[in-house]
């Protein structure tokens, strides 16, 4: 809790914001009252706060739009569009940095600078610039002094999650992972080379496909030459947001709706190769991030965010495509597990009820009617109800599938989904089954089996010898059996004082009916005053263990 004294002057300032906009949660935590459940202020009052907050609250809103495994729906749609409203730093101060950051000075790079940024964003903000051989580029130049503030708010807001940590919320949602993943990625995001590598790769992945025609589709190009930590120098594309362009009424003989329908299936298949093959994609497609060039191809910006996917988890997302497309709870619940991090007790009724109650309304639907992103939320939705964690690629990739059919739809609202995926799970089921090089996966198989069949006679026989010999041994591991142990012996312990003691008290009731000797009465007290002992030392135990029925 070392921070929250640390940052007062800082902590006083976001009190003011929360107070101001009436969060007495988050407000409660700053004074050092006791965590309690969360409890968040509307979607609205939310993004007020976190705008007014600055820069780094902003990277945090934004981070946690992309996490609808915790957060509703509704959150999730009003953080998206969360942008930082911050003037561009001053250019002298911007020139400062570009000529610390190159190694040859500023004239000799570059014949001209527009000192109007293009755009300013909480990290950096981006200027036109031509290069001393005329090629037009973008400089993304990183804001000068930011890296003071984030390391002060990061540490800030590790505090801030180690408190929400001790609630059942905190526990079940692993607030503190939570806290240190946007660390890292906010960290990230200040190194410009990372968004320079990701962009590079993505070029790379997206050079080659079998599912669109890759000359249609422009990642610009990095000068790494000119790139550093603070300053990322990239190809400019002449060109306007996709939902925003004016296509011409007619194209190489092609009229508007089905120039429009060639290039959203362009983007469908580009995000389904980087999700379900490449298991590495854009995580950031909307539409300012989608452009619309003057030549009539399309453009991915801004690859500073991105999602992985391993072969297994890939396999397990499109099962589940099909799962939802055959509206199978079931299978639904099972690959669920599959996919949530271990050692979670979870009741596999209720998911699977849950999953049969989500996709009832679907019966009736064809899948062109389908809203998938819908669908992907709720899936998370039931996750969150039943306290399963699911990685937090999972929020990656359900919000990029949300943006890109957002977008899609919005471009080419005629748009068939049906269409989109039919011809592409065939690829993807040929792929998982065989592989990249099927010869070699049939081959490999083939010896798997060869090696199976040489050594099973010789298993059939070890397994009946041990049967008739009465050598074969069973190895049965059942959970929590030490507690029921435990608690049969206690009340086999409880159910033996209980006779015990029934017995002392009908001893001493046959005695005192006998000869009235004083021996005798005085044995008879002593009977029912050990019975009366060990009874309130029996009702004792029971009410402490707390399983009095």
């Not at 009003?78 to 500023?106: D, G, M, N």
């Not at 453009?299 to 099962?319: F, S, Y």
């Not at 006679?457 to 059996?481: F, G, H, Y």
Request: some cysteine; hydrophobic content about 45%; overall charge negative.
């Amino acid at each position: 809790m070392f921070a929250l004294t640390k940052n007062t002057s800082r902590q006083r300032e976001i009190a003011e914001v929360v107070f101001r906009n009436g969060w007495d949660y988050a407000r409660g935590l700053l004074t050092g009252d006791k965590a309690d459940e969360p409890r968040l202020p509307s979607p609205e009052v939310l993004r007020n706060i976190l705008i007014e907050l600055g820069p780094v609250y902003v990277k945090l809103g934004q981070l946690l739009s992309t996490r609808p495994d915790i957060l509703p729906g509704r959150y999730v749609d009003t953080l998206t569009a969360l942008q930082a409203k911050v003037p561009p730093a001053p250019w002298e101060q911007v020139e400062a940095l570009i000529r610390q950051e190159l190694s040859q000075p500023l004239e000799e790079v570059f014949r001209d600078i527009d000192r109007n940024a293009v755009a300013a964003g909480s990290i950096g903000q981006v200027y036109c610039a031509v290069l001393i051989n005329g090629q037009k580029v973008a400089l993304k130049v990183q804001r000068p002094g930011i890296e003071v503030v984030v390391a002060q708010d990061i540490s800030l807001i590790k505090s801030l999650a180690e408190l929400v940590s001790l609630t059942e919320f905190g526990k079940n949602f692993d607030i503190v992972g939570l806290a240190d993943e946007f660390s890292n990625a906010l960290q990230a995001e200040l190194d410009f080379t990372t968004e320079a590598e990701y962009t590079e790769q993505l070029r790379c992945n997206l050079a080659e496909s079998k599912w669109f025609n890759t000359q249609q589709l422009l990642i610009p190009q990095i000068y790494n030459n000119l790139t550093t930590a603070k300053l990322l120098t990239i190809e400019w594309l002449e060109g306007e947001p996709i939902l925003d362009a004016n296509l011409p009424q007619v194209r190489n003989h092609q009229d508007e709706a089905t120039q429009r329908s060639e290039m959203t299936t362009i983007l469908f298949r580009a995000f389904f190769q980087q999700i379900y093959i490449d298991g590495f994609f854009h995580a950031d497609p909307h539409p300012g991030n989608i452009f619309y060039l003057e030549d009539g191809r399309v453009a991915l910006l801004d690859c500073g965010m991105v999602g992985r996917l391993d072969p297994r988890t890939q396999q397990i997302l499109t099962e589940m495509l099909l799962a939802i497309v055959d509206l199978d709870a079931r299978r639904c619940s099972q690959l669920t597990l599959e996919l949530a991090e271990g050692g979670q007790e979870v009741n596999l009724n209720r998911l699977t009820h849950d999953y049969d109650r989500m996709l009832r309304k679907y019966y009736n639907r064809t899948i062109s009617q389908m809203n998938f992103s819908e669908v992907i939320y709720e899936i998370l939705q039931v996750s969150r109800n039943n306290k399963i964690r699911l990685p937090s690629n999972m929020g990656l990739y359900a919000k990029t599938l949300a943006n890109l059919e957002g977008v899609a739809r919005g471009f080419y609202p005629q748009i068939n989904l049906l269409d989109q995926i039919r011809p592409l799970m065939v690829d993807l089921f040929r792929r998982q089954f065989l592989g990249e090089r099927p010869a070699e996966t049939l081959l490999r198989i083939g010896l798997d089996l060869k090696s199976l069949s040489l050594r099973s006679p010789r298993l059939v026989e070890l397994l009946l010898d041990r049967i008739t010999a009465e050598t074969l041994k069973w190895n049965i591991s059942i959970r929590q059996l030490d507690i029921l142990a435990l608690s049969l012996e206690d009340s086999a312990n409880r159910l033996s004082f209980s006779i015990l003691v029934g017995s002392l008290i009908m001893g001493a009731a046959i005695i005192s009916t006998g000869s009235a000797t004083t021996q005798v009465s005085i044995l008879s007290n002593v009977l029912f005053t050990v019975a009366s002992l060990l009874s309130i030392w029996l009702i004792v135990s029971i009410l402490r263990s707390g399983k009095l029925k």
